[in-house]
């Protein structure tokens, strides 16, 4: 944990898919909302325009609507309750299913609210439809 948030992400050998959409859509939306900011800080190169949000499930929820709202060609998401249930009461517990559930919650809202509006992508480099990439940790 402490490494991610340690350093920049600047990898050119391996870059983010975030840098790959960027480099075939110049001018597209690339938004990030995630509960753990190292994930913008360390993971997400700095210098490519990805508007990055971070904060608690409400906020992220809000960000994520304000997100789908304006039809991104990239959208991350990234709910850090499984993993803090996990930790807090224990893995395969009551407690850590019982967030795995709200969790899995979010993700099939903001799933069925982007999954239309995000274009097709189609280049040479990258060959994918409706990217939205769901990301949690348990």
């Not at 960000?63 to 499984?82: H, M, N, S, T, Y």
């Not at 850590?96 to 280049?123: F, N």
Request: include cysteine; hydrophobic fraction near 35%.
């Amino acid at each position: 944990n402490g490494t991610v948030c340690q350093r920049k992400y600047e990898d050119e050998e391996l870059p983010t898919l975030f840098k790959r959409v960027r480099r075939a859509f110049p001018d597209a939306l690339l938004v990030s909302c995630s509960n753990w900011d190292p994930i913008n800080f360390g993971i997400i190169e700095e210098d490519i325009g990805v508007e990055k949000y971070a904060g608690d499930d409400e906020t992220v929820c809000q960000q994520i609507e304000a997100a789908v709202a304006r039809k991104p060609k990239l959208l991350f998401i990234q709910f850090d309750g499984c993993d803090e249930a996990g930790h807090g009461f224990g893995y395969g517990t009551e407690g850590h299913l019982e967030q795995i559930r709200k969790t899995d919650g979010y993700y099939i809202v903001y799933h069925d609210k982007a999954s239309y509006c995000l274009p097709m992508l189609k280049t040479k480099r990258l060959s994918f439809t409706h990217v939205f990439i769901l990301h949690y940790i348990f």
